[in-house]
């Protein structure tokens, strides 16, 4: 149950770690963490002092049983071990569900953190005005004359041009083809100039 609690509490840390956004809250998680661990020194000691005493008593149960055996019964040694574990159970328990229920308020503190953190770039990235885009100048100095084509798989606006003997600036003037891997679509039909 210890080592569970332990592998919880490094997952829960390592997972923390991961989402810090900012020098601060990586600060603050740190003294968070360093809190947890001395918690847990706590608790681990207090373990090994229960386990302490558990022995001991076992010994004295052992002891007693064998120079006063007439005093106590098997079954009265028995039922104060029993009343030991239980107590010692409740104990562990105890201490888990606090150390648990601290771990859970600082991440909810921290994820509150780091969502107005996210929260306040999104608002800063928002605000910025988007950059329109420049208006694109078709020229109309290409030859009037030439003929249409139906754009074909695996088409480009160079391989069109070179095999009709036109230019790449003479189809994307003539087609208003600003952007050829966008504008240029199969199936689409366009106008090849070809100088007479």
Known sequence: MIQLLRRTL???????LAVAAS??????LRVSVADMKQDLASLLHQVKSLRLEVEQLRAENARLARSQSGERTRSDLLAAIEALRTAYKQADEAQKQSILAE???QMQAFAKETQAAVQAVV???SSRPATPAPPVNFSQDYPKTGK????RSGDTLSKIARQHGSSIKHIQNANKIA???RDLQVGQTIFIPIAP
Do not use: C, F
Request: no cysteine; proline share 4%.
């Open 10 to 16: 490094k997952i829960t840390a390592v997972s923390v």
């Open 123 to 125: 608002g800063v990235v």
């Open 23 to 28: 020098a601060s809250a990586q600060t603050d």
């Open 103 to 105: 771990v859970n308020r």
């Open 179 to 181: 952007n050829p891997s």
């Open 148 to 151: 249409t084509y139906v754009v």
